[in-house]
């Protein structure tokens, strides 16, 4: 039996969505391959009685760059967005004790979302050299479908930027995949359901 072949048709409303986030940080100034050095850990060995402790050879992994330009301007960005858009216009920049900087992109059941946000992973790679995102879902059930729903594209984006994501779901027994998420310079895509991510004792998530 053949493999199936599926073609997907782009929607304006899903390319204009994937615009209206990519615009929000208009003068961003592309940066790639920004390293960090990933915590090894330890291997503890007997010499003469002696416990020493000794470290591996050091491991960089690679991260997205900082913002290059001030949230004033991402503020800017976004509202005027925001009035192209005909949509209300923020009066402050949303932020939390996690993140800088919250945008809220609201599209109905059954439009797309997956395939709109996993396209915007490959448009901030192109436009601004971001590679590593997580993408939190509600549910185990909702977590298994995106991770389908990106295998199922992975084909039709390869076509449309010659680059492929690489996606896995997080799970903190196995943390295989998370060690490559972290080096690899590829566009690379970590699943992980509320619950893990909010997990706190022998089941806190890793990173």
């Given at each position: 039996?053949?493999?199936?072949?599926?073609?997907?048709?782009?929607?304006?409303?899903?390319?204009d969505?994937?615009?209206?986030?990519?615009?929000?940080?208009?003068?961003?100034?592309?940066?790639?391959?920004?390293?960090?050095?990933?915590?090894?850990?330890?291997?503890?060995?007997?010499?003469?009685?002696?416990?020493e402790?000794?470290?591996?050879?050091?491991?960089?992994?690679?991260?997205?760059?900082?913002?290059?330009?001030?949230?004033?301007?991402?503020?800017?960005?976004?509202?005027?967005?925001?009035?192209?858009?005909?949509?209300?216009?923020?009066?402050?920049?949303?932020?939390?004790?996690?993140?800088?900087?919250?945008?809220?992109?609201?599209?109905?059941?059954?439009?797309?979302?997956?395939?709109?946000?996993?396209?915007?992973?490959?448009?901030?790679?192109?436009?601004?050299?971001?590679?590593?995102?997580?993408?939190?879902?509600?549910?185990?059930?909702?977590?298994?479908?995106?991770?389908?729903?990106?295998?199922?594209?992975?084909?039709?984006?390869?076509?449309?930027?010659?680059?492929?994501?690489?996606?896995?779901?997080?799970?903190?027994?196995?943390?295989?995949?998370?060690?490559?998420?972290?080096?690899?310079?590829?566009?690379?895509?970590?699943i992980i359901?509320?619950?893990?991510f909010?997990?706190?004792?022998?089941?806190?998530?890793?990173?």
């Open positions: 039996m053949s493999e199936m072949n599926i073609r997907f048709k782009k929607q304006q409303y899903q390319l969505a994937v615009a209206s986030v990519v615009e929000c940080f208009r003068g961003q100034t592309k940066v790639e391959g920004i390293k960090y050095r990933v915590d090894p850990g330890k291997q503890e060995s007997s010499q003469r009685g002696q416990q402790i000794s470290y591996e050879d050091e491991v960089h992994g690679l991260k997205n760059s900082d913002f290059t330009i001030s949230q004033e301007q991402i503020f800017k960005n976004i509202q005027n967005i925001q009035r192209e858009q005909n949509i209300p216009v923020s009066e402050k920049l949303q932020s939390n004790s996690v993140a800088n900087i919250n945008l809220d992109v609201e599209m109905e059941t059954g439009t797309g979302k997956t395939y709109v946000y996993t396209r915007t992973c490959f448009e901030l790679n192109r436009q601004y050299g971001w590679n590593k995102f997580i993408i939190v879902v509600p549910s185990v059930a909702i977590r298994e479908g995106v991770y389908q729903s990106i295998e199922l594209t992975r084909e039709h984006f390869k076509e449309e930027y010659a680059k492929q994501v690489k996606s896995f779901i997080y799970n903190s027994k196995d943390l295989t995949n998370l060690e490559s998420f972290s080096t690899d310079a590829g566009i690379n895509v970590m359901n509320v619950q893990a909010n997990a706190t004792g022998k089941d806190a998530r890793k990173a």
